[in-house]
């Protein structure tokens, strides 16, 4: 009689059991369906230092399971690394690094120019930095730290790497280079000013010659300036202040919405050997030069200067689009390099500029 009661008495228990299971089954599998929803939240909270932002994080990653990547934040040096891969743990969709740039060849900022290229500069001017090859890029000087023993400036890079995630420039990635910059500036101790958060990306603004004489492209509103492929006037686009790490002036024909030139400056010791790169794999170069000087291709020439103790390197581009051929002709090409480069010295108090002649030497290809 006792071990019937106590057969009845554990059969309900068994099916509560089986039903308790159940439901711990269906709540398992609605967290893992709902992980997405929440992760970026978590992700923001636990990682890179709490200098990650939720709800941007939301927006750039993918809708699906990721995982913690490495993380240095709190280390109190760098390189501070910290991100976040895909499930099967070995390829990244966002991934951070900010890192003191030592003047190295193979430094931080080596891979952002290795071929003449044109940057998107989708930062507004309080943000000293571009929309690189594989996402934003932010350079500030580092004030606390000092010198090097050869003279360099140390210098914070932060890259925001965004696989397949935000292929074009986003308030959102921008917003999440700034964070992590502001985040690596106050643990390392590099004493920049923090940076804005950007609220939006930067449309290129075009303006009139005289729009751009308050700008640090407006000596090209005071020259005689070769006749537009359209016949239109000239525009300008200038992206960039007078001091950021990297400036630009672009030369636009108002009857094509087309550029003809983007004259660009790269300050610091790193850019010697991207440039060196950039001509030996695309120009001709005859005996008596060499990759370390200013020269003149078929489609962008190179300029040279010394400024604070490091190298300074000026490129002028002139592409035209489905054709080998340079919008100007290169002749007009250098001058207008000779001019921004002779004006960059001049603002920077710059030594030592050496100009392109005017042979112009072939391409490789």
Partial sequence: MATGIRERWWLPSRRVLGIVVV?????AGVGWAIKPTWQPWWYAATLCGGNLSGEDLAELLPNERLQAAEDTFGSGHGPLRCGVNKSDGRHFVLKTEAQIDMGEPLGPLDMEFTIPRDLHYAYPRSVPGFYGKFGPVIIQDCPKLGH????RKRRLVTNVYTNKVDNNPSPQSLRTAVRIANGANAEIGCGADPLPLPDRVEPARKLSLSQAEGTM???LAQGALP???SGKEWQVVAPTGERAPVTSCSLIDSGTG???VNLTGWYGDWTDKPFERLLSANVRIPKGHSSRDALLGERFGRAK?????ESANFLANSYARDSLRSVLPMSEVRRLLNEFAADQAERRGCTGLELPGRTVHTDLH
Avoid at 148 to 151: I, K, N, Q, Y
């Fill in 23 to 27: 439901v711990l089954a269906v709540v």
């Fill in 148 to 151: 090097e023993s050869g003279g």
């Fill in 217 to 219: 492209c407006g000596w």
């Fill in 227 to 229: 006749r537009s492929p």
């Fill in 258 to 260: 087309e550029s003809a």
């Fill in 305 to 309: 200067a010394r400024c604070a103790g």
